[in-house]
């Protein structure tokens, strides 16, 4: 830039020099030098014209004109008599972008990045601009880690006025966080507050988190986090006095310091309110979590601030503001706190915005939100509205924010942003066992059919024993009310005829049902179905006698008219991350008269989960069956209910548990029964290394439960049991499940199965 200052004022110099003798009416103008650029683009920025006069002062403006366009390295203005000639010599224009050696960055990645300096094919190449490019990509390096990453650039002359760029790059190995110090801790071990951030040393899921690479960003929420945690337990005057970060020589190694001022820990000595209240004030302080005499929290003053906010926004006031003002006694270590409440202005909402459906209908989101447009604007309302769309499952992420509309003090705008994910899924699964081998099972569905929020799913499942073919059309809002409807077709079949342990016996059921679903309230909701069923029965001289039986009586072909109602509740925070709420679901279904088959059964099914800490959580889950006939007719052999596996007690094969009977030569068959009883404990907690990362779940568990025949009762001295470990991830290729159980209690009659996993992968 200094060079071309220079020039310019030397050109200046001349030309003022030269037109100072010689002034003249330009008669006509003429462009010699040009190659790429139009002579009427030279005229558009010339500021002079047919008719003027030239001067020194007008052939020095009209230079620098021509020069601060930055397409030319040289001009020149000459006099041909009364003809003023504008000669011109181009800078060369970027022909070609080259780069080399990029892996970590794809080079459209990299050719972005360089122009938004102002490099880009087909612009115009200015040489002071590289140095800027160099710094510009090595920038983009050091944000991957890559602290020794090199970058040169290769200029290559071409036809036309034209250059090449080549930028060669050496990437260089990553820096890895070799070392955290924390100077200045004392209340707490070293070790602990290291589990509290996210950065740390190298590990073995440091591949997937990338944690032990430094980040500015990620240094500076740890910071926040170190010091939530030392308020959190009392310590109100905590500060970080200072952060060192270094690098090795060789830049492959980084060290961290952080000094920390921890202080002393405070108590509460007094908690009041202030200011307007337009809820009572006994009903705000009950808000209130801080209490005197505790130990200070800042997490319980941020909640206790917010719950006061959400009570006023409630009521329309979702501006109000609630400050915690502390009197702090030094020479105590107390702090009085005063929450002073202003309540701001009332508003109302006036649009619903939704923001990031590309695939997903408006429609499907919006008949989800319980805020609407000209209410008062309901904390409460919109936190349902988020968690309703969070539980459609399309989503990966669902954001709301609440602007205030510009030239208004008494209205909002909601906002609900989504992050669409793929709603279309591959399930595969696999299990192993002594009995079945290796049974695989796939589907292929979409949740969210062209965006309508409809589902269609075709399962197969085929093992040694199942073989299962469904297809399954649900539309969740039938009506706009909110009814629901579902229609299936199935195709099951079973044959146990060789496996060893199994009560030999083959069906086949073809089978249809539509089912209504009809909301109650925002989590409860009932169904009612109808269904035709027609079930092929095949025996074997080696089948259990009540299976005989049942085929001589009722014959080998038998159908059904079956009807069942059922009633759920789901108060979960999410379908797919749940942490807190409660799941219940129960049926009954009954085979009408009019057909062959006459029976019912009912099942319960309850989940629990309740969050032990803050990464933590319990999960409390069980299941109830009882079955019978009825009119003269036991519960067919087929009805029954089957205990153990993944859904029910791990570390025993899927539908093992239960009542035997003996073929001809003495061997154990598995019978169901007409009851069962499960149930699980689950303590769900994060992978370790992967800090806050909800995608990845470890759990232990404890399973027990069993099935039990018509004149058998439920005994707990009968239950089986089993513990292990389980692992969730939701993985780039869709959600996995992986568990090992140890078998407790486990008689000589039952069918092992410790080693389970599922896989679902994405399209």
């Not at 000669?87 to 972005?112: C, M, T, Y």
């Not at 612009?123 to 090595?138: G, Q, V």
């Not at 309508?452 to 809002?477: C, D, E, M, W």
């Amino acid at each position: 830039m200094i060079i071309r200052k220079i020039l310019l004022l030397i050109c200046l110099l001349w030309v003022s020099l030269a037109w100072a003798l010689d002034p003249f009416v330009i008669r006509d103008i003429r462009v010699e030098g040009a190659q790429r650029i139009e002579a009427g683009t030279i005229f558009s920025y010339l500021p002079l014209k047919v008719g003027d006069k030239i001067t020194g002062e007008k052939s020095s403006a009209a230079l620098k004109s021509l020069y601060d366009t930055g397409f030319f390295s040289d001009v020149r203005l000459e006099a041909d008599g009364d003809v003023l000639v504008v000669v011109v010599q181009e800078r060369p224009s970027i022909a070609h972008i080259e780069i080399n050696g990029s892996k970590a960055f794809s080079k459209d990645q990299l050719k972005d990045a360089l122009k938004s300096i102002g490099i880009a094919e087909s612009r115009i190449y200015d040489k002071s601009l590289l140095d800027k490019a160099e710094k510009e990509l090595k920038r983009q390096y050091l944000g991957k880690g890559k602290y020794s990453a090199q970058v040169t650039t290769t200029i290559t002359p071409m036809p036309r006025n034209r250059v090449s760029l080549a930028f060669n790059i050496v990437e260089g190995e990553v820096a890895h966080i070799r070392e955290i110090n924390l100077v200045g801790a004392k209340a707490f071990p070293e070790k602990l507050l290291l589990e509290q951030i996210q950065l740390n040393t190298p590990n073995w899921f440091s591949w997937y988190t990338k944690n032990d690479q430094y980040s500015k960003q990620k240094l500076s929420g740890d910071l926040e986090t170190l010091r939530a945690f030392y308020q959190d337990r009392g310590y109100l005057e905590f500060a970080v006095e200072s952060t060192q970060v270094s690098i090795s020589p060789d830049k492959q190694d980084i060290y961290i310091a952080i000094n920390i001022h921890e202080g002393e820990p405070y108590k509460v000595s007094e908690v009041k309110l202030a200011g307007q209240f337009i809820v009572p004030e006994a009903e705000l302080m009950n808000l209130v979590k801080l209490k005197p005499g505790e130990i200070f929290s800042r997490e319980k003053v941020t909640t206790s601030s917010k719950a006061i906010s959400d009570r006023l926004a409630n009521e329309g006031y979702s501006f109000a503001n609630v400050n915690a003002n502390p009197d702090i006694n030094k020479e105590a270590r107390s702090a009085a706190f005063t929450f002073v409440v202003d309540p701001g202005r009332r508003v109302y909402v006036r649009r619903v915005n939704i923001f990031g459906n590309t695939t997903t209908r408006d429609e499907v989101i919006r008949r989800e939100i319980r805020q609407m447009e000209g209410a008062w604007y309901s904390v409460e309302k919109v936190n349902r509205s988020k968690e309703r769309i969070d539980r459609l499952g399309f989503f990966s992420e669902v954001t709301v924010d609440s602007p205030p509309v510009p030239g208004t003090t008494d209205q909002v705008d909601v906002n609900f942003t989504v992050v669409e994910r793929q709603t279309g899924s591959i399930q595969v699964g696999a299990g192993y066992s002594s009995a079945e081998k290796v049974v695989l099972s796939a589907g292929i569905s979409q949740n969210n059919l062209f965006g309508s929020g409809n589902s269609l799913a075709f399962n197969v499942n085929s093992g040694a024993i199942t073989r299962t073919y469904s297809l399954v059309y649900s539309n969740p809002y039938w009506t706009q009310e909110g009814i629901g409807r579902s229609w299936s077709l199935y195709d099951r079949s079973m044959n146990t005829t060789y496996l060893t342990g199994v009560s030999p016996y083959m069906t086949r059921t073809l089978g249809t049902d539509m089912h209504l679903s009809v909301p109650l309230s925002e989590t409860n909701a009932y169904s009612v179905g109808l269904g035709l069923e027609s079930t092929v029965i095949s025996v074997v001289n080696n089948s259990p006698i009540q299976y005989l039986d049942f085929v001589n009586q009722f014959g080998d072909t038998v159908k059904s008219i079956k009807s069942d109602v059922g009633f759920s509740r789901d108060s979960r925070d999410s379908i797919i991350y749940p942490t807190k709420g409660l799941n219940q679901r129960y049926g009954l279904e009954v085979g009408l008269p009019g057909a062959d088959l006459k029976y019912y059964r009912a099942t319960a099914n309850e989940q629990w989960l309740n969050p032990v800490t803050q990464n933590t959580t319990l999960s409390l889950s069980g299941q109830l069956g009882y079955g019978n006939g009825y009119g003269g007719m036991p519960l067919p052999f087929f009805k029954n209910f089957f205990g153990g596996g993944v859904d029910s007690v791990r570390g025993y094969f899927t539908g093992s548990l239960g009542p035997h009977s003996f073929d001809l030569y003495g061997n154990p068959l598995n019978l169901g029964g007409n009851k069962m009883v499960t149930g699980s404990a689950e303590y769900l907690f994060p992978m370790p290394g992967t800090k806050n990362d909800k995608s990845f779940r470890l759990s232990t568990f404890l399973d027990a439960g069993n099935v039990f025949g018509v004149n058998q009762p439920i005994s707990a001295g009968q239950f089986r049991y089993s513990t292990g470990m389980a692992l969730s991830w939701y993985s780039p290729m869709g959600p996995l499940k992986f568990s090992y159980a140890i078998p407790i209690r486990a008689q000589p009659l039952d069918n092992i199965e410790r080693l389970q996993f599922q896989l679902g992968s994405t399209f």
